[in-house]
């Protein structure tokens, strides 16, 4: 009997400490994944991914536990422009048909100061895997919405090399500059959903 009871406030003692860990899904209806590249030197062209997923563990007490993966629907690209979108979704580019998605998933998560993290992760397109160090605002604390939900912010960016992932096509000018810039800037506005 005395172990038992000994189980009991055992378990009623580490109770708070695993209430502190929980899992998080994108809400993709309030969530923005964008991009920005340069376009014939002289100016930026942005765009976005309108299908994703993703999932986060966040351990509130030990955030270094915490871990995220996000996959992407690469034919769901979106400039805004079709004939844009379709170049970007053919050989030339992600090559859709064959690399239908594009991933993250972390690796490490670390302080960054007040409210602020690192989150270094592989992210793979087209078959390329690279590490990338993602600057995080956030998680903000959670929020209750007015259906019953339980929810969580955090806004994050980082920018990329497109030629480490394959994305290589390009020409030059007359005056020697690229159709297409290298760096790709990469903004990302999230809302997680308690499960």
Same mark, same amino acid.
């Given at each position: 009997?005395? &172990?038992?009871?000994?189980?009991? $406030?055992?378990? *009623?003692?580490?109770?708070?400490?695993?209430?502190?860990?929980?899992?998080?899904?994108?809400?993709?209806?309030?969530?923005?994944?964008?991009?920005?590249?340069?376009?014939?030197?002289?100016?930026?062209?942005? %765009?976005?991914?309108?299908?994703?997923? %993703?999932?986060? +563990?966040?351990?509130?007490?030990?955030?270094?536990?915490?871990? $995220?993966?996000?996959?992407?629907?690469?034919?769901?690209?979106?400039?805004?422009?079709?004939?844009?979108?379709?170049?970007? &979704?053919?050989?030339?580019?992600?090559?859709?048909?064959? +690399?239908?998605?594009?991933?993250?998933?972390?690796?490490?998560?670390?302080? *960054?100061?007040? #409210?602020?993290?690192?989150?270094?992760?592989?992210?793979?397109?087209?078959?390329?895997?690279?590490?990338?160090?993602?600057?995080?605002?956030?998680?903000?604390?959670?929020?209750?919405?007015?259906? #019953?939900?339980?929810?969580? %912010? *955090?806004?994050?960016?980082?920018?990329?090399?497109?030629?480490?992932? #394959?994305?290589?096509?390009?020409?030059?000018?007359?005056?020697? %500059?690229?159709? $297409?810039?290298?760096?790709? *800037?990469?903004?990302?506005?999230?809302?997680? $959903?308690?499960?």
């Amino acid at each position: 009997m005395k &172990r038992f009871i000994c189980i009991l $406030v055992g378990l *009623a003692l580490l109770s708070p400490l695993t209430a502190l860990a929980s899992n998080w899904e994108i809400d993709p209806v309030h969530t923005t994944l964008q991009f920005k590249v340069r376009h014939l030197m002289i100016s930026n062209v942005k %765009g976005g991914f309108e299908k994703f997923s %993703g999932k986060l +563990y966040l351990d509130d007490k030990d955030i270094t536990k915490s871990k $995220v993966d996000i996959n992407i629907d690469t034919a769901s690209i979106n400039t805004n422009i079709q004939k844009r979108d379709d170049d970007l &979704r053919s050989a030339n580019f992600f090559e859709v048909a064959k +690399y239908p998605v594009m991933t993250f998933t972390s690796t490490k998560v670390e302080k *960054a100061g007040n #409210g602020k993290l690192k989150v270094t992760g592989n992210l793979t397109i087209k078959g390329n895997t690279r590490p990338v160090v993602l600057d995080v605002d956030g998680p903000t604390p959670e929020i209750k919405d007015p259906w #019953g939900g339980i929810r969580r %912010g *955090a806004s994050a960016a980082t920018t990329i090399d497109r030629k480490d992932f #394959g994305l290589t096509w390009n020409k030059t000018m007359d005056n020697g %500059g690229l159709i $297409v810039g290298d760096e790709v *800037a990469i903004q990302l506005e999230v809302e997680f $959903v308690k499960k």
